[in-house]
T-cell receptor, first 116, second 109 residues
C-alpha cells in the first residue's frame, strides 16, 4: 500500500460522538485525499490537501473537516458522527497535481467506520 | 456526479477466459485510469491512458480509449483466480480524479 497507513482500521462509535481518522504517508507526496466508499456510489471525494495547511472541499464534504499540520499526516474529523457516515474511508496520495494529466493515486488500506 | 460509469456492474467468467469491462464518461478528459480493488483492500493503480492515446498494454491488460465516443475498455486476457476483484475507471479532467462505481469481476475455477 505504497507507504500509506490509516488508523484506526476499524471503529464503532455512537451517533453524536466526534471521530478522527488518521492517514500517515512516508512517500513525501504533496497531495492527499480522503474518500468514502459506499455500495452504489463508488468512491466519493470528501476533502483533499495540496500542501501543509492547504485543504479544499470535495464532492461530499458536509459533516467532515480535515487538517494537515505536517506533510505526512492528513486527519479527517467527523465532528458529530451520524449513521449516514457509516462507510469505508480511504486515504490516497499523489505526487502530481490534479488536472496535469499525470495524476496517479496510491491508496491506503481503508478504515471501516460504523456509527450506531 | 460520477464521471465514469462501468459496464457491466458484475461479470463472472471461467478461469482462462478473457474479461472485458467498459467505462463511459461525459466530459473531456486529460487521461483515464483503471484501478483494481481486492476485497477489503484499497485501490491499486493498474494503467493510465492519455487522451491522445488509443490503446495501451501492460502484461495481460489491454486498455483502449475512444474519445469520440467518450468510452474506454479494459481487457484482461487469460484470466486467473487472482484477478477476482472490483475494477474502477477514473477520469482526470480539469481537476480531481473522479471514479466510477466499478465492475465486480469473479473468476471461477
Amino acid at each position: 500500500d505504497a507507504g500509506i497507513t490509516q488508523s484506526p482500521r476499524h471503529k464503532v462509535t455512537e451517533t453524536g460522538t466526534p471521530v478522527t481518522l488518521r492517514c500517515h504517508q512516508t512517500e513525501n507526496h504533496r497531495y492527499m485525499y480522503w474518500y468514502r466508499q459506499d455500495p452504489g456510489h463508488g468512491l466519493r471525494l470528501i476533502h483533499y490537501s495540496y500542501g501543509v495547511k492547504d485543504t479544499d472541499k470535495g464532492e461530499v464534504s458536509d459533516g467532515y473537516s480535515v487538517s494537515r499540520s505536517k506533510t505526512e499526516d492528513f486527519l479527517l474529523t467527523l465532528e458529530s458522527a451520524t449513521s449516514s457516515q457509516t462507510s469505508v474511508y480511504f486515504c490516497a496520495i499523489s505526487e502530481s497535481s490534479p488536472g496535469q494529466g499525470r495524476e496517479t493515486q496510491y491508496f491506503g488500506p481503508g478504515t471501516r467506520l460504523l456509527v450506531l | 456526479s460520477q464521471q465514469g460509469e462501468e459496464d457491466p456492474q458484475a461479470l463472472s467468467i471461467q478461469e482462462g477466459e478473457n474479461a472485458t469491462m467498459n467505462c463511459s464518461y461525459k466530459t473531456s478528459i486529460n487521461n483515464l485510469q483503471w484501478y483494481r480493488q481486492n476485497s477489503g483492500r484499497g485501490l491499486v493503480h493498474l494503467i493510465l491512458i492519455r487522451s491522445n492515446e488509443r490503446e495501451k498494454h501492460s502484461g495481460r491488460l489491454r486498455v483502449t480509449l475512444d474519445t469520440s465516443k467518450k468510452s474506454s475498455s479494459l481487457l484482461i486476457t487469460a484470466s486467473r483466480a487472482a484477478d477476482t476483484a472490483s475494477y474502477f475507471c477514473a477520469t482526470e479532467g480539469a481537476q480531481k480524479l473522479v471514479f466510477g462505481q466499478g465492475t465486480r469481476l469473479t473468476i471461477n475455477p
